[in-house]
């Protein structure tokens, strides 16, 4: 086990420093906007709160594991200021991280449109419990460059987001959530906060009784990993339960397969599966299962996430038009 964990460990480093996507992902990506673009804030009707829990690759030691908590509301007569914040929990392998960051929009009326222009500001810590594995038979316990490794580190950071919709018709965003590319010396000394780029789109035709929801994520870090694609299509039954499935792929995966051969330009890496109930008094529960099809689907059985979220407007719990975006 810890020999296992020692490899994810040193994964981790690798990927830190060379060409990985470092941000949580997301299956429940269209709940929870506000994680990754900070012009979202305020978009919704009242105020907004959502919790998503992720267990990612079960059975493989030291597999990512995430949570959040992320809450925004409109203020003025106009809702032109929106304002929320998030905090967000991630532990892959021996490292720990915990972000909270402060969101900001400003929303533009262009008829029955709106154009968000979004920041968000806040402090970024990662800890790493280098004792799990030194010690271990793999790794000597007086190697310099381990002891010498502080064991964690507070960063602050900031981004910007666009973010452009109809409300319950249609929306198009982009957004860089974290502009600085901060050195995470707890993890090495060759690993670096890379900055991601987000663009996202999606949009919603039907009526009461039956809807459908296409939407898409794309997230790109430049140089540093190949483009992840999500495609969903979600379908809304009566205004009350969501259904749907996600497929996600990398764009540009170029890796080297044991035979020496390298893999396809498009990889496929899961193809996720999604329900949510939206209850009464602005209750939403939800939960998604991700099917890995990457190589590593033969040591894992998949990826869990669940949702819980709770809208309100006004004095009391209710919501007079159900959320679609």
Known sequence: ??????????????????????????????????????????????????????????????????????????????????????????????????????????????????????????????????????????????????????????????????????????????????????ELESVSRLAHQYRHYYAMAGVVFGNEKFRVKPSTLVKLVPSNAPVQVDANLMFLIRDVFWIGGT?????????TLPDGTNGSFIQSESVDFIAAFLMKKGIRIGYAYDLTLSPLGMYTSGSHEVMLGYSFVGKGPRIRTPRYF
């Open 1 to 182: 086990m810890r020999k296992l964990l020692l490899a994810f460990a040193f994964m981790v480093i690798y990927s830190l420093s060379a060409n990985a996507q470092q941000e949580v992902r997301y299956t429940k990506y269209m709940f929870n906007k506000l994680a990754f673009n900070p012009a979202y804030a305020g978009s919704v009707e009242g105020f907004d709160l959502t919790a998503i829990f992720r267990r990612q690759w079960v059975n493989i030691p030291g597999s990512p594991t995430s949570a959040t908590l992320s809450g925004h509301t409109g203020l003025g007569i106009n809702k032109k200021v929106g304002v929320g914040a998030f905090i967000e929990y991630d532990k892959i392998g021996v490292h720990n991280s915990l972000d909270f960051q402060m969101t900001y929009s400003y929303r533009f009326l262009l008829g029955e449109s709106r154009l968000a222009l979004g920041l968000q500001g806040g402090i970024f810590n990662m800890r790493s419990d280098w004792g799990q594995i030194i010690n271990d038979d793999l790794v000597d316990g007086t190697d310099p460059t381990l002891n010498n490794l502080p064991n964690s580190e507070l960063l602050p950071n900031f981004g910007v987001g666009l973010y452009y919709y109809k409300p319950n018709s249609f929306y198009i965003g982009a957004s860089v959530p974290r502009l600085l590319e901060n």
């Open 247 to 255: 497929y996600r792929a990398a764009v540009g995966n170029t890796y």
